[in-house]
């Protein structure tokens, strides 16, 4: 099981940026697909992005060209740097981590809030 551990959530005026970083406890942590999900209140938990073990990244349609995923190897961490924020991206922002190996492996995060009001 890997341990998740987000940070860098706050509140943030609308057009403002934030990044939000998660750090994994796992010497493995190359291997994973890493993804950013978030929750609003009253909804379901919902896909932001993700970014593979190669690289590879996806977005939702509502964050393209606002939102940028990233992930260092070295550190064991992924970012999500979030810019031109808007009230409806209000939500707790979670960090998932996933791989397959036989078996499905997919641990979270505890959630950070992310607020955006002016």
């Known amino acids: 099981q890997v341990q998740l551990v987000e940070s860098g959530g706050g509140l943030v005026q609308p057009g403002g940026s934030l990044r939000l970083s998660c750090a994994a406890s796992?010497?493995?942590?190359?291997?994973?697909?890493m993804a950013w999900y978030r929750q609003a209140p009253g909804k379901e938990r919902d896909l932001v992005a993700t970014?593979?073990?190669?690289?590879?990244?996806n977005y939702v349609d509502s964050v393209k060209g606002r939102f940028t995923i990233s992930r260092d190897n070295t550190k064991n961490t992924v970012y999500l740097q979030m810019n031109n924020l808007k009230p409806e991206d209000t939500a707790v922002y979670f960090c998932?981590?996933?791989?397959?190996?036989?078996?499905?492996?997919?641990?979270w995060g505890q959630g950070t809030q992310v607020t955006v009001s002016s």
């Open positions: 796992t010497n493995i942590f190359s291997m994973y697909t």
């Open positions: 998932n981590a996933n791989r397959w190996s036989g078996i499905f492996f997919n641990d």
């Open positions: 970014i593979a073990a190669g690289h590879n990244t």
